[in-house]
């Protein structure tokens, strides 16, 4: 019986790591509120809160050997609800710059969608990689939005969505390599290595029933 930490919390819902990453889905919803009202440094503010608790639920899984399939699970449910939060209350402060800023906006919107709808044909579940560049994003997303609600340049705001986009095409890389539904690739090279080791684990069943076939 595998009794190792990690182990231990695949189906526990109670753990810090997913209170962290439950309370992103829940917080998420007031950049709504606050945009609603106008106050774009409160925005700006608490998307830098969220995105530090994007950084912290991961060192945090880690640290006290929490990692679960759960866990990725609502990590990928913070995620959207983290996004389409922000695209709303982006559309609410600043109608003009989101009009302005719409392509870049829409490229990384469509590129989610293809890549959540390829993982959701293939493997009947949204993709939850979790990958290195995924997260680079979202640190590069926090100092897009900041710039943009401070009114000091549109261009890391559009870095942020470019960078949205290459991790959502590594995203769906991966799903297309992979032959079975996982959680928590790093990156496409690593989805590589993990195939080619069932590859290389799965057996050979015609040299196998050749060797159990006996002779006529």
């Not at 990690?6 to 998420?28: E, V």
Request: aromatic content about 12%; charged content about 15%; overall charge neutral.
């Amino acid at each position: 019986m595998d009794s190792s930490p990690t182990r231990r919390y695949q189906d526990r819902w109670l753990t810090a790591p997913n209170l962290i990453t439950s309370l992103r889905i829940i917080g998420s919803p007031a950049m709504i509120v606050l945009a609603y009202h106008q106050y774009p440094m409160a925005v700006a503010a608490w998307v830098a809160f969220l995105v530090f608790t994007e950084w912290l639920d991961g060192v945090v899984a880690r640290t006290l050997h929490q990692q679960s399939e759960l866990g990725a699970r609502l990590d990928t449910i913070a995620d959207a609800a983290f996004y389409t939060s922000l695209l709303i209350a982006l559309g609410l402060m600043f109608p003009e710059a989101t009009i302005r800023e719409a392509w870049w906006t829409t490229a990384a919107i469509v590129s989610y969608a293809i890549s959540w709808l390829v993982a959701l044909i293939k493997f009947r579940t949204l993709p939850s990689y979790h990958t290195w560049m995924a997260k680079g994003a979202w640190l590069v997303v926090g100092i897009g939005i900041v710039s943009l609600v401070a009114d000091w340049s549109s261009w890391p705001f559009r870095a942020a969505m470019f960078c949205v986009v290459l991790a959502n095409l590594e995203s769906l890389l991966i799903t297309l390599v992979i032959s079975e539904q996982q959680v928590d690739i790093p990156s496409i090279w690593h989805a590589r290595r993990r195939q080619l080791n069932v590859a290389s684990n799965t057996p050979d069943t015609a040299s196998e029933s050749n060797k159990t076939t006996p002779n006529q």
